[in-house]
């Protein structure tokens, strides 16, 4: 059975930095794009970032372009999310997905059909 788990988040102070971890299995990461996307209260889910089974093909959007790397490590089947230089809008629950059709990785919800059950990360004093 497919699954994600998502670990790494936590409080941390504006200007600080936090790394995700997406730990998957029962699958191949290889042959999977995978996305991360972030939920803050009263919002709906959006894409943060995403990694093709490509690694060097990556998306980010424009609000943690500069700050935020994704990454990904086959043999350890995990997919990272380094976030730096935090700031309080990036206040959320974190979540990775995965889908193993996609050619490119994707900053849509609709495009993934696996999900981790998220983590929560707050930037704040």
């Known amino acids: 059975q497919l699954q994600l788990v998502e670990s790494g988040g936590g409080l941390v102070q504006p200007g600080g930095s936090l790394r995700l971890s997406c730990l998957t299995s029962g699958l191949t990461l290889d042959y999977y794009a995978m996305g991360w996307f972030r939920q803050a209260p009263g919002k709906e889910r959006e894409g943060v970032s995403c990694?093709?089974?490509?690694?060097?093909?990556?998306w980010y959007d424009d609000s943690v372009k500069g700050r935020f790397t994704i990454s990904r490590d086959n043999a350890k089947e995990t997919v990272y999310l380094e976030m730096n230089n935090q700031k309080p809008e990036d206040t959320g629950v974190y979540y990775c997905?995965?889908?193993?059709?996609?050619?490119?990785?994707?900053?849509?919800?609709?495009?993934?059909?696996?999900w981790g059950q998220g983590t929560q990360v707050t930037v704040s004093t």
């Open positions: 997905a995965a889908d193993g059709r996609l050619d490119h990785c994707s900053r849509y919800t609709f495009a993934y059909d696996h």
């Open positions: 990694i093709s089974s490509n690694p060097n093909h990556t």
